[in-house]
């Protein structure tokens, strides 16, 4: 889709109607959801932004997907497979349309977690996602961190982890690291254009983002 609301008009004026539309939400003159108030688009739509405040809005236009930023390569996967499904069964069913397969596609988007419960002793106590730190995997164990520098065990595997995180705030720099936004410190240059982590607090391991992270690192961090 062009990068603003006039050359998106403009180019659904002149042209067929697309297959599929990648859309940024914001752009250069105003929110995109302003061209589907215009246009009575009819093909699926994957969304992308920075923020999650959009997710029910971008539902009510034809949204089969609603990519926060940063994207992940996986993430734009996930929503091509998404899409190519909803393509074999709308052919498989001969539909006239995709309008109504879509809608039934719509679950809403689930809520970041907000809270874990732990075990501390014979206790189990609640600890908010602001208090988290990080977590790590070590010797296929789940760890919870927080800032004070407490460690407990979650029944949650770091893959769960990060769909369920908010992505603002969490951010996965490899197999056995996830980092909460707080908790960066100091970010410093590695071979290989990985990153090394300066943490809070500090890790007895020192943590590196992988290298086909790194370019989505930054932008997370905004650097």
């Not at 809005?57 to 996967?77: G, H, R, T």
């Not at 995709?98 to 719509?106: A, C, D, K, R, V």
């Not at 790590?136 to 919870?144: D, R, S």
């Not at 996830?178 to 982590?197: D, M, N, P, S, T």
């Amino acid at each position: 889709m062009p990068g603003s609301i006039k050359e998106a008009l403009k180019w659904l004026e002149l042209n067929s109607e697309p297959d599929l539309i990648f859309c940024d939400i914001h752009l250069s003159d105003g929110n995109s959801f302003e061209i589907f108030r215009r246009v009575d688009v009819k093909c699926p739509v994957i969304f992308t932004t920075a923020y999650n405040q959009y997710a029910i809005e971008a539902f009510k236009v034809n949204s089969i997907d609603y990519l926060l930023k940063p994207i992940m390569e996986e993430d734009v996967a996930k929503a091509l497979k998404k899409y190519e499904a909803l393509q074999r069964h709308h052919l498989k069913q001969g539909f006239g349309n995709l309008q109504g397969l879509i809608q039934t596609s719509q679950a809403p988007q689930p809520a970041a977690r907000t809270r874990f419960s732990v075990k501390q002793g014979q206790t189990i106590r609640t600890v908010p996602t602001e208090e988290v730190a990080c977590f790590l995997a070590e010797e296929g164990v789940t760890f919870l961190m927080t800032f004070p520098g407490k460690r407990f065990i979650v029944n949650t595997t770091l893959d769960q982890l990060e769909e369920q995180l908010d992505k603002a705030k969490f951010f996965r720099v490899n197999r056995q690291f996830i980092v909460g936004i707080e908790a960066v410190q100091e970010v410093q240059r590695y071979f290989k254009g990985r990153l090394i982590l300066k943490l809070k607090p500090p890790l007895e391991m020192e943590q590196t983002v992988s290298t086909n992270r790194t370019a989505a690192f930054k932008q997370w961090l905004d650097l």
